[in-house]
């Protein structure tokens, strides 16, 4: 057969020079330059540790049972910056459920429009109770709706539930952007049955919104008008409002870049 049939699909280190070197056609593997792959770092004077790069990998595959979207990687307490009272306020209390949990009683619903860092916040919480050992899930509520829908099957209701379960399971759970999606009945059936589940089983759900409890102007609509009454009403007992205020960082973040 031609040479180029048998080319491995990985990339092949050169021959070793020596016995100690890695065996000819072994994928090549990045290793790192701490401990060299063996998970142990040797500190002179101290003994042996487990390497950091260990802790890396471990938070990495914590972080993808979250199912974190790549988009908020980078998000953490320690690079949002708050721009008034209101924000201020809001990181107050996100760090302060980190910290206390699981010795708290209500969840969060942060509210306020675009681009103020609801979403960033809730990440932030995330991530810090993933670092302590916790098992967190992040859903945005639209992409929750497509999934449920996308495994519908008229014969049976295994798929759906397969989706759901770890949503109502789940011992913290981010649910991003309550109200974007159309209210019809199915949509507000989900969101009860969601919403109520974690209620009974005192699951600490954390929500973010751009509806607010209040109009602004005459043709908005509220959380109320998108969730219906009792759903609002079932969230003031699960969680504590915080309202966030301030201009969208994203319109202001470009302007700056196209400034410069």
């Known amino acids: 057969m031609p040479k180029e049939k048998h080319q491995s699909a990985f990339k092949l280190r050169a021959v070793p020079k020596s016995s100690d070197e890695v065996a000819p056609g072994r994928p090549e593997v990045d290793l790192c330059p701490t401990c060299l792959g063996t998970g142990i770092e040797i500190i002179e004077g ?4 487990a390497c950091s790069c260990r802790k890396r990998d471990l938070h990495s ?3 993808a049972r979250v199912r974190l979207p790549r988009r908020y990687s980078e998000c953490h307490f320690n690079n949002y910056e708050p721009r008034n009272r209101s924000q201020e306020i809001a990181l ?3 760090m302060q459920l980190a910290m206390e949990y699981p010795a708290v009683d209500r969840g969060l619903l942060l509210s306020g429009t675009v681009g103020v860092g609801k ?5 932030s919480v995330l991530k810090a109770l993933t670092e302590r050992g916790f098992g967190c899930l992040f859903y ?12 519908y099957n008229s014969d049976t209701r295994t798929s759906e539930l397969r989706v759901l379960s770890p949503v109502l399971d789940a011992e913290i759970l981010v649910l991003d952007e309550l ?9 507000r059936d989900t969101m009860a049955h969601i919403i109520n589940t974690r209620y009974n089983d005192r699951k600490l759900t954390i929500f973010t919104t751009n509806y607010l409890d209040e109009r602004i102007n005459e043709r908005d609509e509220t959380l109320e008008d998108r969730i219906g009454v009792r759903l609002r009403s079932r969230l003031y007992e699960m969680c504590r409002t915080v309202v966030i205020t301030g201009a969208d960082y994203r319109k202001t973040g470009s302007a700056k870049a196209i400034k410069a």
């Open 61 to 63: 595959t914590l972080l």
């Open 46 to 49: 101290k003994g042996a540790r």
């Open 179 to 187: 109200g974007a999606s159309k209210p019809t009945d199915w949509v």
């Open 119 to 123: 979403t960033h916040l809730a990440v």
């Open 140 to 151: 945005e509520f639209g992409t929750l709706l497509k999934e449920i829908q996308d495994s």
């Open 92 to 94: 107050r209390v996100a």
